[in-house]
């Protein structure tokens, strides 16, 4: 089966994107993320915490997919705590809309995954297991906290300075999928996966271009 994008052609694309948003986040966010897109499999996956979900395989699927699938509900989880800051925040119009985009198709993605692993008989993580996670491009504790403490044109710039970061780390969750032997051939997670990919490389450049715009646009033209 063919996929719609390969691991190749996504890290290609995230490094192109990422390297393209001007010097607002400095060099070393733009290492971090180089870093980041490079990461072999073997040592990424080994950095992952699976708080004590099972996961077999089966018919069609692997551990790798079922990994994926526990996992990537906790990292759409944490995008759903930073999006639903946003009205409460003071954030512009355009980031508003991106944050309400961000919330209804991972509310919905959510929901894919929990019915996906319920069932196959997997484990669907809970509360606690969601938080105690580990994972590329999750957000730091502080972060949050700074996140939650900014208002209006100062949420905007770290809101999107944080979620281009968490969208990477989704990426690299997709390639490590995919490179993952005999992963990613089931057709619901296969499709689930690439839909990933796409949205958030389209989102990362969208919050590039409007972080770039936050550089050179006084607040009350950019509304």
Request: charged residues 25%; hydrophobic residues 45%.
């Given at each position: ?81 930073m999006a639903e800051m946003a009205p409460t925040h003071g954030a512009g119009e355009r980031l508003l809309l991106l944050a309400e985009k961000i919330e209804i198709s991972q509310h919905d ?113 950019s509304r």
């Amino acid at each position: 089966m063919m996929r719609l994008a390969g691991p190749g052609v996504l890290a290609a694309t995230l490094l192109f994107l990422v390297g393209c948003g001007g010097d607002h986040a400095g060099h070393e966010d733009e290492d971090h993320a180089a870093h980041e897109a490079h990461e072999h499999h073997d040592e990424a996956h080994a950095g992952h915490d699976h708080v004590g979900l099972e996961a077999t395989d089966g018919p069609g699927f692997t551990v790798a997919d079922v990994r994926f699938m526990q996992m990537m509900i906790g990292h759409h989880a944490q995008a759903l705590v930073m999006a639903e800051m946003a009205p409460t925040h003071g954030a512009g119009e355009r980031l508003l809309l991106l944050a309400e985009k961000i919330e209804i198709s991972q509310h919905d993605e959510i929901a894919l995954m929990k019915r996906w692993l319920a069932e196959r008989g997997q484990d669907v993580p809970d509360e606690a297991q969601i938080q105690a996670m580990r994972m590329p491009g999750l957000v730091s504790d502080e972060d949050l906290a700074r996140l939650d403490a900014a208002r209006g044109e100062e949420f905007d710039r770290l809101f999107l300075t944080l979620m281009i970061e968490h969208h990477v780390g989704a990426v690299q969750m997709v390639e490590e999928l995919f490179d993952s032997p005999g992963a990613g051939q089931d057709s619901e997670i296969w499709a689930f996966a690439n839909d990933v990919a796409t949205d958030q490389l389209d989102e990362i450049g969208a919050m590039e271009a409007m972080l770039a715009e936050l550089d050179t646009t006084p607040r009350s033209e950019s509304r």
